[in-house]
């Protein structure tokens, strides 16, 4: 055993080469496997276990010696991660994940300039690759890092949620970008002096450029915005995978970096935009000329009226917004739908993909509520069918619903892919207020003759439909 | 050059595994490639070597700090991870009552 081990020891690069490969592998199939909910906490499982492994077998190569560092770094960080895991609700999620993104890049950030500390000053031209390398890996690093605060605060209401704009913000970015690059530049060239301030305006310059890029950007662009900085996350690993020269970053860092981008993608067709109109434009900042300036008749109805449509309805599909979220209400909502069932209706929940602050924000909602995952449906499912819907409860949602995104060209949204609710036979709207919704649009839904506005708080408003439904 | 060939292969691969995630799971995959990209720590516990203590006190000091950051992704992401998926279970459909 003895000899097996030293043996094993001579080829240590064999080893770690090989763990690394099982590592990458298992990272894959946890990915696999969650392209269904009923596989994807094995996949989870053997994602954590690739991680495991990776650990391991670098503290266990030779290179790594001191141990007292390394503890205090992580049980820092285990008990950090281990708490907010558990103390934080479903519904702050989006704030977890942008606060997780950022961590991800100042890590990346932190390797490489501890690699740019260590590197050779005089500069060969196979260090150039590697300085290029960690240049790249402390600016996405950074501008992840900041720019995920800054969401994080926006997702809180720390910072200010509507998207900030003052003038000469495109002048003022551009002379920014051209700084941090210059500087970037004359960091890689060979020869040049002061390297070490050139690099410090790198960071500098990173860290703030984060921050002026998310702030343009509304609350409700955040789903976008957060796929986006999960994307530079795993940029920023990959380079700094590139600046220590381990392929297992650079995998890693790919696959998470790809994962980014897929969401982004998905998300900003979701709302029928490009991602450089997302970026820049500064959606929602000003309340536009309201288009054709909707009239018309609003229908309130109170609980118990509401009831008696419900009871006798057949069919009731649930489409959960933000609202939903902000006023806690996926436990009544989960609830009505169960009584609903016992009543002998078909019930399902249709949600958009860019409903919430982040993909899949309303699932996980639902899901903690305890609904039944085969019950949530994407537009594309229930909107061919809307006509046969009896009831559509539109529970704090606005523009995923407006069907001034399907019939009006001058509408801001117009072309944006909705949930139909207005076909359906009857629709409830449960909202607050007339107020309009993020993007300051009037909904032409709400005036429409199937629409019944039901005023009021989303929880107490569905919790008075489920005693309607137990007292009788 | 043969770094950037497997980078190509990774991205192209993570594009063909994350577009069968349904949405759904858009979440947890969010917070699950979150931990992922904590795998920064093995970078970080490789800039925590012999050659880099005897340097400067600087990289020590860098070096920690990353690994306390790249655990926070690890072992935050994959708990949070597993809290979610343990949230989404597939019901027995409740008997329909007659009308």
Known sequence: MAQLISELSKNKDIIIGICY??????????????????????????????????????????????????????IIGALIGAIASRVITMTQMPEMVA????????????????????????????SNLTFIAVILSVLIGGVTFTGSIIAWGK?????????????????????????ILTSAVL????????????????????????????????????????????????????????????????????????????????????????????LFSGFGSVTTAKGAGETGEI?????????????????????????????????????????????GCDVKYAIHPVAGRMPGH?????????????????????????????????????????????????????????????????????????GAGFAGIDNPLFFKPNTRMLFGDAKASVSALVSEFKET | MDLLFILVLAIFLGFELISK?????????????NAISGITLVGALTSLNSEALNKSGLTVVLAVAAVAFATINVVGGYMVTDRMLAMFKKKEKAPKGAK
């Open chain 1, 21 to 74: 490969i099982i590592s990458a592998g298992l990272f894959i199939f946890g990915l696999k496997f969650l392209s269904s909910p009923a596989t994807a906490r094995r996949g989870n499982f053997l994602s954590a276990l690739g991680m495991f492994i990776a650990v391991v077998i670098t503290l266990w190569s030779k290179n790594v010696i001191d141990f007292k560092w390394i503890v205090i770094g992580v």
């Open chain 1, 99 to 126: 606060l997780f993104n950022g961590f991800g890049g100042i890590a990346s950030l932190l390797v490489g300039w501890s690699a740019f500390v260590m590197a050779p000053q005089a500069l060969t031209p196979v």
């Open chain 1, 155 to 179: 997702l809180n209401g720390l910072v200010y949620q509507k998207a900030f704009l003052f003038p000469g913000q495109k002048f003022i970015n551009l002379i920014l970008v051209l700084g």
């Open chain 1, 187 to 278: 960091v890689c060239i060979p020869g040049v002096g002061g390297k070490n301030i050139l690099f410090y305006i790198v960071i500098g310059g990173a860290f703030v450029l984060g921050v002026m890029s998310v702030m343009p950007i509304g609350g409700a662009d955040m789903p976008v915005v957060i796929s986006l900085l999960n994307s530079y996350s795993g940029i920023a690993a990959c380079a700094a995978g590139f600046a220590i020269n381990n392929i297992l970053l650079i995998v890693s860092g790919a696959l998470v970096g790809a994962s980014g981008i897929v969401l982004t993608k998905i998300m900003c067709k979701a709302m029928n935009r490009s991602l450089a109109n997302v």
């Open chain 1, 299 to 343: 229908s309130p109805i109170n609980a118990a009226d509401a009831y008696l449509i419900l009871e006798a309805a057949n069919s009731v599909v649930f489409v959960p917004g933000y609202g939903m979220a902000v006023a806690q209400a996926q436990h009544a909502v989960r609830e009505l739908g169960e009584l609903l069932e016992e009543n």
């Open chain 1, 362 to 434: 309303m699932n996980v909602l639902l899901a903690e509520a305890n609904v039944s995952y085969d019950l949530l449906v994407e537009p594309g499912d229930v909107n061919p069918t809307m006509e046969t819907v009896d009831v559509c409860m539109v529970i704090g949602a606005n523009d995923v619903v407006n069907p001034a995104a399907r019939d009006d060209e001058t509408s801001p949204i117009y072309g944006m892919p909705i949930i139909e609710v207005d076909k359906a036979k009857t629709v409830f709207v449960l909202k607050r207020s007339m």
């Open chain 2, 21 to 33: 995630v349904p949405s759904t799971l858009h979440t947890p995959l969010m917070s699950g490639s």
